[in-house]
């Protein structure tokens, strides 16, 4: 990545569009600039000669006697190509481009595209077209519409004005920017190279990142790798959760993911945070920025009102959070704090005692973060409040205030408060010394989850694999299918490949029944009558072929022994390639009814069993495979087994564009596939091809033989 500090920190600047209307781009981006020129010169230039702010502009770089180093593009579209060239005759190297539009008002299509050819091939480099524009609080730099406030956020947005909003939120909350870079069109400068240069930056501690678009997907992951691994978590924002977003595809894997989806497991992979709103990322951002983060998912509520706490203590449990019984002695030193009234066990009830003395607040706060029993406490109701409400409490408020932090400092662990005040001296004190105040118990909540979350979350060894030849392709049969998963060690039953009734009673003679007679070709084969189970002999075999035969016509059939597993739970298992972020793995609760559950679980690819095994834990549906009221536990380790060896075979295949199993049929001793759907963008290699000619011998159906 080449050196990007024209962008937070350069020796000079020019404004080309400058004016002196304030309600034009130009002004904005001139008044801000000005405001850095104790640290830089400022050039404003306007065609006109006009006069911004008092500051006397020139009608163009030509009249400048020394070239700046960066030159923010905002002049008519038209005009934006000769300014270039101006600019990088006289030794620019940075453009920040704000114009939009220019492939249209030109008339040339692809012009942006080959202006940020030219610009790089000059040594120069340009964030935009099309932003909104940039912000560094620490060197003075402001280029761009809006007000900010200097703080320790990174926000780095495709949508500028989406950005604007996150800048807003933030500084509403205490939080401030650090940085601030809206990227527009990305035609040269990406967000990639932008979240990189983030890494050594000393004011920044912590990164919101907003994205519609992503490109090399796995180097993003591994920048936001090195951020977490920095100090910096990221919080992404992205769009394409709806059903509308969802791109056809072949397989069921395709209809379970979103694009969401992928995001999300890329985020896990980056030890990063995937959200759903604005108002969440910054109020998760309150939990990141300073503070510790939550080492379990262990709560405590301290309230001083009843209601508040049972409220608390229910909302957080929706959230998958626990709020554990204190033991005995933690019980008894909350007693000797507070009056007889009180609830000592958990929520935690002051019973008034917060109101006869503030202090007491930071004190059971502190007993209850010095036990070791519990991750997180969590501060719900009114303090934040006393004083805006009651002046005179204003200065033992912040008392308590700074309390609370040394509480937060020598325990090593969050105090997290919901104050029915929204904006507080007080609140704005705590924000201040990394106590994270939210206005509602669901912001809490919300938060409190997903940086418990978070913290188990760690960074992903980056994986990478093969590129596909191609983004789509045509199925392999099924023969095919099974035999190249099976080389990759997924379990299958034995097999014959039929295509007369004489080839299925040889075949019937060669396998074991009971048996499953199936239309190779049909992709989603139970839904046309392309599968029959339970055949008992020969002589059903023959009579079953005959009947589909005569449904379904010519083509390559498959008779397959039945798996005769009892106590078995049906997963689905598929891999298949993101555009942006190649290969992926998901496991889920499976068979015909798998589109219904949407319990998946999605990673990139490869993963390890191990990491298969996790993916398979989460899913809500795993006390199925646990033993879920007395039924045998099944072998998820055999189960982890597939999925990791379906992860492997696209990362290292360039010729698998997709592959599914459905179902994987889980028993108490084997996983065993009875099901195989491969999408390849040529020919199989090293693999059979003709299903007719191919028969399988059967599979050991043990844990041992994985």
Known sequence: ????????????????????????????????????????????????????????????????????????????????????????AAGVKGFLGITAGLDGATGEPGLERRLADRIRAAGARLVGPNCLGLYDAANQLELAWGTFTPGSLAIVSQSGQLGLELAGLAAHAGLGVARFVSVGNQVDVTAAELLEDLVDHAETRAVVLYLESFRDGRGLVETMGRLRAAGKPVVVLTVGASEASRAAARSHTGALTAATDVVAAACRAAGAVLVETPAQAIDLAHLLVGGPLPAGRRVAVVSDSGGQGAIAADTLARHGLAVPLLTEGTRQQLADLLPAAAAVANPVDLAGAGEQDLSTYARVVDVIAGS???????????????????????????????????????????????????????????RAQAVPTLHTIDAVARSVDVAAALAETGTTQARRAVPALAEVGEPADYLAGRALLASYGVSYPGAAGIRTAEDARAAATALSGPYVLKAGWIEHKTEVGGVVVGLADADAVVEAFADMHARLGEGAYVLEEMDAQRDVVELIVGARRDPSFGPVVLVGLGGVQAELHK????????????????????????????????????????????????????????????????????????????????????????????????????????????
Not at 42 to 68: F, M
Not at 411 to 425: F, G, I, N, T
Request: proline content about 7%.
């Open 1 to 88: 990545m080449s050196d990007l500090s024209v962008f937070s920190d350069p020796r000079s600047v020019a404004v080309v569009g400058a004016s002196a209307d304030p309600a034009k781009w130009g002004y904005w981006l001139a008044r801000g600039a000005l405001r850095g020129r104790e640290r830089r010169e400022v050039h404003l230039v306007n065609a006109k000669g006009a006069v911004i702010e008092g500051v006397a502009s020139v009608r163009s770089l030509a009249e400048l006697d020394q070239a700046p180093e960066l030159v923010v593009l905002c002049a008519p579209a038209p005009t934006v190509p000769d300014v270039v060239e101006q600019a990088l």
């Open 372 to 430: 070791g029993e519990v991750d997180t406490v969590v501060m719900s109701g009114y303090f934040g409040c006393y004083g805006a409400d009651t002046p005179e409490l204003e200065e033992r408020e912040l008392e308590v205030v700074q309390a609370l932090a040394g509480v937060t400092r020598t325990r090593a662990l969050p105090v997290v408060v919901h104050s029915m005040s929204h904006d507080s001296v007080a609140v704005r004190s705590m």
């Open 599 to 706: 319990d998946v679980r999605l990673a990139l690819a490869p993963v390890d069993e191990a990491e298969a095994l996790d993916m398979i834990r989460s899913l809500r549906s795993f006390p199925l495979l646990d033993g879920w009221r007395g039924r045998p536990r099944v072998d998820a380790e055999a189960a982890a087994h597939a999925v990791a060896a379906l992860s492997r075979l696209l990362a290292e295949r360039a010729d698998v564009v997709e592959a599914e199993i459905n179902p994987l049929r889980v028993g108490p001793e084997a996983a065993v596939a009875v099901d195989a759907l491969v999408t390849l963008a040529g020919p199989p290699q090293d693999t059979p091809t003709d299903g007719a000619a191919v028969a399988t011998a059967p599979t050991e159906l043990t844990g041992a033989s994985r």
